[in-house]
């Protein structure tokens, strides 16, 4: 048996959905992350991005990017274990610390990295990680890294939740779940969850990747959303979303921080992050503490479309946020759907099992404050033909 064998199968199956022209993976955009963006020549509305607030095409944080290069350099040439921490780093974990009103943050490189260096250095032989089943899959990879047990309950399932915990009394536990879930756009039922975390002594850890800079007065996310910043141990997040760039933090407590810094192995073995980012990170952060008008657009738009998709009869399932799934529940009709939506001019993502259960197979659209309204009515245009061709509404 050849170890490659298993890529020519995988591969088959790629170059079945390509021939359909239902290949809606790696496409190649030609112009910036924005409300519209150029495919193949093709000018397209953008309802596909986490550009949530619009701020990766922002002038001031272009400009802060610019400012870091002249300054800095194009990179770190080294982790920031030895030879690669900049001041700026430092200067970002103190901005961060400070706006999520924590003791403490850790930079990564990426979001991804984040979760893989803070879970397996926090979960150890005798401890046991909780997680919700739809959680993120660096989530997952993170425990998988670690030494400890992965234990999971239904999605938002207190109930099962709380059988989950009753089960590893004499374990040391963390709960690690989505503050927003990806596909779904649903909420964390946070509320319950320090609940129960504070009956059976465990601790809470929210990837927050989905909610910050959308969720909560100050735009800090679910924790603040609910008023429970400080019932929650560790906050997670990403600057793939709302914060323009690419890399990821967690913050907490002083002493926990600390530990992960000299024992987060995605940390300390990765080139740090290149000084660009981290100024568009800082910059980003500025704009969202001084324009929270972008939330109230963002949340405006939010609400439109909501609004529009269930009355011309689509399933949104449980969406809460500018995270909106069409859910269609079969794979090549999602995939169909996606090609007809991209011929009206809407770019789309396409989601299917095992990103999905089988039978929730949905369009995933997000939307951001910079969507104008005539984007939208156009979007909502393009559905209602899309899906009254296809056989899915009236």
């Known amino acids: 048996m050849d170890v490659f064998d298993k890529c020519e199968k995988v591969n088959e199956q790629y170059r079945f959905v390509k021939e359909r022209g239902y290949y809606f993976y790696f496409r190649t955009l030609e112009s910036p992350q924005d409300s519209e963006v150029i495919i193949q020549g093709k000018r397209v509305i953008m309802i596909g991005s986490n550009n949530y607030l619009g701020l990766t095409n922002h002038p001031r944080v272009k400009e802060a990017a610019i400012k870091a290069i ?38 990564f490189a990426t979001g991804y990295q984040t979760n893989l260096g803070t879970i397996s250095a926090l979960i150890g032989r005798n401890d046991v990680a909780i997680l919700d089943k739809y959680n993120h899959a660096s989530i997952i990879d993170g425990c998988r890294l670690s030494f400890g047990q992965i234990k999971k309950y239904r999605h938002n399932d207190m109930k099962d939740l709380e059988k989950t915990l009753e089960n590893n009394k004499e374990k040391g536990k963390l709960i690690i779940v989505d503050g927003v879930f990806s596909m779904e756009g649903d909420i964390a039922d946070l509320p319950s969850i320090v609940k129960l975390a504070k009956t059976y002594g465990a601790r809470v850890m929210v990837d927050d990747a989905h909610g910050i800079g959308v969720l909560g007065p100050g735009g800090r996310g ?60 800082s910059t980003a952060l500025d704009i969202i503490e001084e324009q929270p008008e972008l939330r109230e657009k963002l949340w405006k738009n939010t609400h439109k479309m909501l609004k529009g998709y269930k009355e011309l009869g689509f399933d949104t399932g449980l969406s809460q946020t500018p995270i909106i799934p069409i859910i269609v529940g079969d794979s090549m009709k999602v995939f169909e759907m996606c090609k007809l939506l991209f011929e009206q001019g809407v770019f789309v993502n396409p989601i299917v099992s095992p990103a999905t259960p089988p039978k929730r197979e949905l369009l995933r659209t997000s939307y951001m404050a910079t969507h104008r309204e005539d984007q939208l009515d156009r979007v909502l245009e393009a559905f209602e033909k899309v899906g009254k061709e296809m056989g899915l509404i009236k």
């Open 70 to 107: 002249e300054k800095y350099g194009s990179g770190c040439a080294g982790s920031r274990f030895l030879n690669g921490n900049l001041e700026i780093h430092e200067e970002l974990e103190a901005k961060l610390a400070r706006f999520f009103r924590k003791e403490a943050a850790l930079v």
């Open 222 to 281: 679910t924790a603040e959303h609910f008023g429970l910043e400080d019932e929650v141990d560790l906050i997670m997040g990403t600057y793939s979303k709302s914060l323009a760039a690419i890399g990821g933090f967690v913050v907490g407590s002083k002493e926990v921080i600390n530990y992960i810094k000299h024992t987060g192995r995605s940390m300390i073995f990765s080139a740090s992050l290149p000084p660009a980012l981290v100024a568009s990170v």
